[in-house]
């Protein structure tokens, strides 16, 4: 295999589990070549995918290339995913929310510092459907936005206030760290 | 001999019995319990209930061990089935520990071979967020408080700190010293008395192993007459 | 395009979005074929991705079809996502493991008897990296929380099914070993 196309396949891989728009520069410096070189590499993977009409594609997108389902697809990914027997929240999404609703407000690099990864595309899943939205700004030099939980997930959950939401003590395996966890959140809660 | 992980009662006593070069009908109590202790000076703190189940695996060993020290008995005598019978519940102990033992180091060759494979867990696409069925309508406030803890609770250590251990005062070897001295001075004494002065569990349980040693090496008898009555001590070494 | 070409891309594309193993059984009912029609798609699109040399292929683990990225762009991978990805288990953690495998479920109590030792600890981490869960509950008085392994573990493991798993028997000591072991427990009366 010749070297152009083997850095095609890391590029592929690596394009497939980001769950972010990748920026040229971000792979560039990863697999150690120019930013041209990888412009015009990431050109070709996209028109190669195009070429061979393939279920998915690639997409230079706000900032970065993306992997996306080709939109003729769209029909068959509604019914499978109206189908999922087993509809829940991802594991990331439940438990971002549960952060967000215990500390709120709180910034994007706070919920990325307590979970160790970036919890952006999470996040737009929350917001996107009504249960989390911005809710001030942070006083700091950043002026960070900062979210907090909407009326809708009170009304999911069947409260009335926040306050009413569980006492984390209440929930801690064995009690061990509990003080660990009271320390660290907000007032009230 | 050193040992260098130890993952419980059941494994130090699997790897000191497969060491080549042990004189296994002699793997001693003393040896295993030295080592243990060994280990666990140079862990420097081990839980509580580690400890205990090392405690009570040495009290079954120590069982034994009292088979072979004695003078032989039949094997008819139902003392001696009931010792033979707790000898093999540790041996089908043993073997089911080992066979797991060794399947968990063909599980780790799995789990490295196919740690190669990366899967997406990317969020669904926006444009697919309306299709699907609402996730939501399972979501309870507990649901939400345990996701929370789980979130917010540190990744588990595996090795529990517990500072409530009692520390070993004296090594084997140096009670076994102590005692020897004591009873080369005394020529007679109670098993009681030797451990007149020890304040914990541990140094009773370490005293009595010593005693154990020094009957074996023949400078003392031991001489108990019934189960639970004064365990006699005479001095019968030639003095040098 | 032809009927064959397209499914394979609406398959493609619904294996992409799929945040799981997908079974054979659903494919069919989704694109409305046979098992049997689907099961040959599905091994061919895997062959296909594989003969092509891609970055990405398809596997049948845990009861489905996944993709995933092909193991010699996991160095790439690592340093793209920042290595704490996936973290070896410990030792215990192993032995704790392969005794929920194979001797699910299981109680806390039991799996310290096995091992010797309380596997609390172990067991949290297991709880928390997804490959063990809590299945159903004793019938018992203490009705004691049992255990058991996940679809996680399954496709960590690379295996379709639990049962895949080789036989316990084949891990027993041999022979000289047990006997070894019975002297050095004692007494040869």
């Given at each position: 295999?010749?070297?152009?196309?083997?850095?095609?396949?890391?590029?592929?891989?690596?394009?497939?589990?980001?769950?972010?728009?990748?920026?040229?520069?971000?792979?560039?410096?990863?697999?150690?070549?120019?930013?041209?070189?990888?412009?015009?590499?990431?050109?070709?993977?996209?028109?190669?995918?195009?070429?061979?009409?393939?279920g998915v594609v690639l997409r230079q997108v706000a900032g970065g290339w993306r992997l996306a389902t080709h939109?003729?697809?769209?029909?068959?990914?509604?019914?499978?995913?109206?189908?999922?027997?087993?509809?829940r929240l991802s594991r990331a999404a439940l438990e971002t929310l549960a952060i967000i609703a215990y500390r709120q407000p709180i910034s994007r690099g706070q919920l990325a510092e307590i979970r160790g990864v970036?919890?952006?595309?999470?996040?737009?899943?929350?917001?996107?459907?009504?249960?989390?939205?911005?809710?001030?700004?942070?006083?700091?030099?950043?002026?960070?936005?900062?979210?907090?939980?909407?009326?809708?997930?009170?009304?999911?959950?069947?409260?009335?206030?926040?306050?009413?939401?569980p006492s984390l003590a209440d929930y801690m395996p064995d009690g061990i760290t509990v003080q660990k966890m009271e320390s660290g959140l907000g007032p009230g809660l | 001999m050193k040992l260098d992980v130890y993952e419980g009662p059941l494994d130090l006593l699997l790897q000191l019995i497969s060491k080549e070069r042990v004189d296994v009908a002699d793997v001693s109590i003393a040896s295993v319990t030295e080592e243990y202790l060994r280990a666990v000076r140079d862990m420097g703190e081990v839980d509580l209930e580690t400890a205990s189940s090392f405690w009570v695996l040495a009290a079954t060993l120590l069982e034994l061990k009292s088979l072979k020290l004695l003078p032989k008995r039949s094997a008819e005598d139902p003392e001696i089935k009931l010792m033979l019978e707790e000898r093999d519940r540790l041996l089908h102990r043993l073997i089911v520990y080992?066979?797991?033992?060794?399947?968990?180091?063909?599980?780790?060759?799995?789990?490295?071979?196919?740690?190669?494979?990366?899967?997406?867990?990317?969020?669904?696409?926006?444009?697919?967020?309306?299709?699907?069925?609402?996730?939501?309508?399972?979501?309870?406030?507990?649901?939400l408080a345990q996701a929370a803890i789980r979130a917010m609770t540190p990744p588990e250590e595996e090795t529990v700190d517990l500072s409530h251990?009692?520390?070993?005062?004296?090594?084997?070897?140096?009670?076994i010293d102590t005692l020897k001295e004591r009873m080369r001075s005394r020529r007679q004494s109670t098993f009681r008395a030797l451990c007149a002065a020890s304040t914990s569990r541990?140094?009773?349980?370490?005293?009595?192993?010593?005693?154990?040693?020094?009957?074996?090496?023949?400078?003392?008898?031991?001489?108990?007459?019934?189960?639970?009555?004064?365990?006699?001590?005479?001095?019968?070494?030639?003095d040098e």
């Amino acid at each position: 295999m010749n070297e152009e196309s083997s850095l095609g396949r890391y590029l592929e891989a690596v394009l497939f589990i980001a769950d972010e728009p990748v920026p040229t520069l971000d792979l560039a410096v990863l697999f150690e070549v120019t930013a041209a070189r990888m412009q015009q590499q990431l050109e070709r993977l996209a028109q190669d995918l195009k070429d061979a009409g393939r279920g998915v594609v690639l997409r230079q997108v706000a900032g970065g290339w993306r992997l996306a389902t080709h939109p003729d697809t769209a029909e068959f990914l509604e019914r499978f995913v109206g189908e999922q027997r087993r509809s829940r929240l991802s594991r990331a999404a439940l438990e971002t929310l549960a952060i967000i609703a215990y500390r709120q407000p709180i910034s994007r690099g706070q919920l990325a510092e307590i979970r160790g990864v970036s919890c952006d595309g999470v996040l737009r899943n929350l917001l996107s459907r009504g249960v989390v939205t911005e809710v001030s700004r942070d006083a700091g030099p950043g002026r960070a936005i900062l979210y907090g939980t909407t009326p809708v997930l009170l009304e999911r959950l069947g409260l009335d206030n926040l306050s009413d939401l569980p006492s984390l003590a209440d929930y801690m395996p064995d009690g061990i760290t509990v003080q660990k966890m009271e320390s660290g959140l907000g007032p009230g809660l | 001999m050193k040992l260098d992980v130890y993952e419980g009662p059941l494994d130090l006593l699997l790897q000191l019995i497969s060491k080549e070069r042990v004189d296994v009908a002699d793997v001693s109590i003393a040896s295993v319990t030295e080592e243990y202790l060994r280990a666990v000076r140079d862990m420097g703190e081990v839980d509580l209930e580690t400890a205990s189940s090392f405690w009570v695996l040495a009290a079954t060993l120590l069982e034994l061990k009292s088979l072979k020290l004695l003078p032989k008995r039949s094997a008819e005598d139902p003392e001696i089935k009931l010792m033979l019978e707790e000898r093999d519940r540790l041996l089908h102990r043993l073997i089911v520990y080992a066979s797991f033992k060794e399947m968990a180091s063909q599980l780790s060759d799995r789990l490295d071979a196919n740690a190669g494979y990366f899967s997406r867990s990317a969020e669904l696409p926006e444009e697919l967020i309306p299709a699907a069925p609402d996730p939501l309508r399972e979501l309870t406030p507990q649901t939400l408080a345990q996701a929370a803890i789980r979130a917010m609770t540190p990744p588990e250590e595996e090795t529990v700190d517990l500072s409530h251990v009692t520390p070993m005062k004296v090594s084997l070897e140096e009670m076994i010293d102590t005692l020897k001295e004591r009873m080369r001075s005394r020529r007679q004494s109670t098993f009681r008395a030797l451990c007149a002065a020890s304040t914990s569990r541990i140094d009773i349980v370490v005293s009595l192993l010593a005693v154990l040693e020094l009957s074996k090496h023949r400078f003392i008898d031991i001489d108990q007459a019934e189960p639970f009555a004064e365990i006699s001590l005479k001095w019968v070494a030639k003095d040098e």
